[in-house]
C-alpha cells in the first residue's frame, strides 16, 4: 500500500504544508442552512481519509463520520481502484452532525485548517487526483456557504498562495472498506498517523477548544 510505503519514509523527511493554517481562521460570515433541522450531512475531500475522519470524530456536535469516496460512481469506488486516480473519485469523508450544536459554516472551519487548500492534487505526502480538496455541496445553502467562505479567506489572504479548493456538487457518496474505518483511532502508533494526521486533532483541540470533544465517536459504536 503506497501509504504504508511513504509512512516508512516520514521519519526522515515528512513535507510540511506549506501554508497549513498555522492559528485559527475567521469564522465563516455567511452560514446558511441547518434552520430547524436536528440533522444535516457534509461531504469532504481533504487528503488521505483517516486523518480527516479522525479530526471530525472528535468535533462536538458531530453524529458520524465515515470514510469514503465522492466524485466518481459506484462501480469505481474501491479503494484500490480509486487509488489509480483514474476514477474521478477523491478520499472524501461523510460527516452528519447538528447544525444546532455545530453549523455547516464552523465544519468548513475546521476543515480548513487542518489540510492546505493551495495545493492542487495532493496533501503532505499523498498525491493525485484522489487526494483533492474539494467541498461537495448537498444543496444551494451548502454551496452558498462554500464559496463565500471561501471567498473570505481569499480575501483576508489567509494564505499565501490561491485557494484551490473545488466546491462540486453532491452526487453520491460511496463508503469505503470495513478497514478504513475508524482506522486513526484503531493504528495510533503508525508512523503516518503520528506525522500526518494526530497533528491535526491537536491543532482541533488548540485552536477551537469549544468545538473538541475529548471521546471521539466512531463508526464501531454504531
Not at 510540511?16 to 444535516?40: I, K, Q, R, T
Not at 475546521?110 to 489540510?115: A, I, L, P, R, T
Not at 497533528?199 to 485552536?207: D, G, M, Q, T
Request: glycine share 10%; with cysteine; proline share 6%.
Amino acid at each position: 500500500m503506497l501509504k504504508q510505503l511513504l509512512a516508512a519514509l516520514a521519519f526522515v523527511a515528512a513535507p510540511a504544508l506549506a501554508d497549513e493554517a498555522s492559528h485559527p481562521l475567521p469564522a465563516p460570515a455567511l452560514d446558511a442552512g441547518g434552520a430547524g433541522a436536528s440533522s444535516e450531512t457534509a461531504v469532504l475531500a481533504g487528503g488521505c481519509f483517516w486523518g480527516m475522519q479522525g479530526v471530525f470524530q472528535h468535533v462536538a456536535g458531530v453524529k458520524r463520520v465515515l470514510a469514503g469516496y465522492s466524485g466518481g460512481g459506484a462501480a469505481s469506488a474501491h479503494y484500490e481502484t480509486v487509488g489509480t486516480g483514474t476514477t474521478g473519485h477523491a478520499e472524501s469523508v461523510e460527516i452528519v452532525f447538528d447544525p444546532r450544536v455545530v453549523s455547516y459554516g464552523r465544519i468548513l472551519q475546521v476543515y480548513f485548517s487542518v489540510m492546505d487548500p493551495t495545493t492542487l492534487d495532493f496533501q503532505g505526502p499523498d498525491a493525485g487526483s484522489q487526494y483533492r480538496s474539494e467541498i461537495f455541496a448537498a444543496d444551494d445553502a451548502q454551496r452558498r456557504t462554500a464559496e463565500a467562505y471561501i471567498a473570505q479567506l481569499a480575501a483576508a489572504h489567509v494564505f499565501s498562495a490561491p485557494i484551490v479548493t473545488r466546491v462540486g456538487t453532491l452526487h453520491g457518496f460511496y463508503a469505503a472498506e470495513g478497514y478504513h474505518q475508524d482506522y486513526l483511532l484503531n493504528h495510533p502508533d503508525q508512523p503516518y498517523i503520528i506525522i500526518n494526521d494526530l497533528p491535526k486533532i491537536a491543532k482541533l483541540k488548540r485552536f477551537y477548544p469549544a468545538l473538541y470533544r475529548d471521546r471521539p465517536v466512531t463508526v464501531a459504536q454504531r
